[in-house]
Nanobody, 124 residues
Framework: QLQLVDSGGGLVQPGGSLRLSCAAS????????IGWFRQAPGKEREGVSC????????YYADSVKGRFTISRDNAKNTVYLQMNRLKPEDTAVYYC?????????????????WGQGTQVTVSS
């Protein structure tokens, strides 16, 4: 069965850090572009970061540039999202997603597989 499992969310104070993980089973992540998206209550799902399959190019939403870092560990078939200097406005459910096109996009429709989501809450 092909699936993504995202994990690592939690409650953190403003200025704190979390590392999200996206692990794949049933397929090899390095052939896919992997995106991280988030969705806050009452808002649309938005792209946060992405890493391409071909050359490992990385992309970030303006709101997280300089604070979030996406990376791959092909040996573990896992993609990570390191989130530093977290803000209350980062609070959302975070989802990882994989697209077989291999190129990054913020278009939700490009993605073939989705994780179940992990809650990130930034609050004092």
């Amino acid at each position: 069965q092909l699936q993504l499992v995202d994990s690592g969310g939690g409650l953190v104070q403003p200025g704190g850090s979390l590392r999200l993980s996206c692990a794949a089973s049933g397929f090899t992540l390095d052939y896919y572009a992997i995106g991280w998206f988030r969705q806050a209550p009452g808002k649309e799902r938005e792209g946060v970061s992405c890493i391409s399959s071909s050359d490992g190019s990385t992309y970030y939403a303006d709101s997280v540039k300089g604070r979030f870092t996406i990376s791959r560990d092909n040996a573990k078939n896992t993609v990570y999202l390191q989130m530093n200097r977290l803000k209350p406005e980062d609070t959302a459910v975070y989802y990882c997603a994989a697209n077989r096109i291999g190129k990054c996009s913020w278009r939700v429709s490009w993605y073939d597989y989705w994780g179940q989501g992990t809650q990130v809450t930034v609050s004092s």
